[in-house]
């Protein structure tokens, strides 16, 4: 079993940066695909970042490409997400996930384990 508790979040303003940190515990991950989800209210979770478990690649959503980072310290057992220039609609809650030996899905359902979710507000 994998537990991931996501930290980080926060009340920010347009523009502004967060980074968000998802602590797993119970196994390594660095046999683990992990990604951030985000939702907002009355709408789907989506796929907002992964980062593959060789740290090759990294995928991300259009919207926040430029913006948005995601890196992992597999010594810290951490997965980050570095997010510059926030928007108004980047508002949701943001949950970590990850998937063993996985190649880095966009869909949710490809991730065996997820957090509790981090609750990030960007005001206008």
């Known amino acids: 079993q994998v537990q991931l508790v996501e930290s980080g979040g926060g009340l920010v303003q347009t523009g502004g940066s967060l980074r968000l940190a998802c602590a797993a515990s119970?196994?390594?991950?660095?046999?683990?695909?992990m990604a951030w989800f985000r939702q907002a209210p009355g709408k789907e979770r989506d796929f907002v970042a992964a980062i593959s478990w060789t740290n090759t690649f990294t995928y991300y959503l259009d919207s926040v490409k430029g913006r948005f980072t995601i890196s992992r310290d597999n010594a810290k057992n951490t997965v980050y997400l570095q997010m510059n220039s926030l928007k108004p609609e980047d508002t949701a809650v943001y949950y970590c996930?990850?998937?063993?030996?996985?190649?880095?899905?966009?869909?949710?359902?490809?991730?065996?384990?997820w957090g509790q979710g981090t609750q990030v507000t960007v005001s206008s």
């Open positions: 119970g196994r390594t991950v660095s046999s683990y695909s």
């Open positions: 996930a990850a998937d063993y030996m996985g190649p880095g899905s966009r869909n949710p359902n490809e991730y065996e384990y």
